[in-house]
């Protein structure tokens, strides 16, 4: 998930606390990210179809929260997003014969999931209620 779309995803997500239900948009949200809008839309459309956002299309149109910030772990928003895992994997398979190459990924692939089982713990601790309230 080295890709940045857990941060452009809370960052989008303090916006729309900060807002108030407001409606924002998307080239709003870049501005403010200083990304292109096109990216934003692409998380967008991610955030809601996991129910952390409703959007209304549309000149007036724009995002808002669809649930209380305080119902939303950041545990949750990173499985939301997380692709491949945090630490990354071999480019290319080992060499089978290895006694080393023959299991390093099924270690690998156990260190990873329990490794990313206590990071998911750990941002379940916190609600975006509680990130967005590190900002005036």
């Given at each position: 998930m080295n890709n940045g779309r857990f941060a452009i995803s809370l960052h989008i997500l303090v916006?729309?606390?900060?807002?108030?239900?407001?409606?924002?948009?998307s080239d709003y949200m870049a501005g403010s990210i200083n990304i292109n809008p096109v990216l934003v839309r692409k998380e967008?459309?991610?955030?809601?179809?996991?129910?952390?956002?409703?959007?209304?299309?549309?000149?007036n149109g724009g995002s808002a929260l669809a649930i209380p910030a305080s119902e939303i772990t950041l545990g949750a928003l990173?499985?939301?997003?997380?692709?491949?895992?945090?630490?990354g994997s071999h480019?290319?398979?080992?060499?089978?014969l290895c006694a080393v190459g023959k299991d390093i990924n099924k270690h690998l692939i156990d260190l990873y999931n329990e490794t990313e089982l206590r990071?998911?713990?750990?941002?379940?601790?916190?609600?975006?209620?509680?990130?967005?309230?590190?900002?005036?």
């Open positions: 916006l729309l606390d900060q807002a108030k239900g407001e409606l924002l948009s967008l459309v991610n955030l809601r179809e996991h129910g952390f956002i409703v959007s209304k299309e549309g000149k990173y499985q939301s997003v997380k692709g491949s895992y945090l630490l480019k290319n398979d080992p060499n089978p990071l998911i713990e750990q941002l379940n601790r916190q609600t975006l209620a509680d990130f967005s309230g590190k900002f005036g």
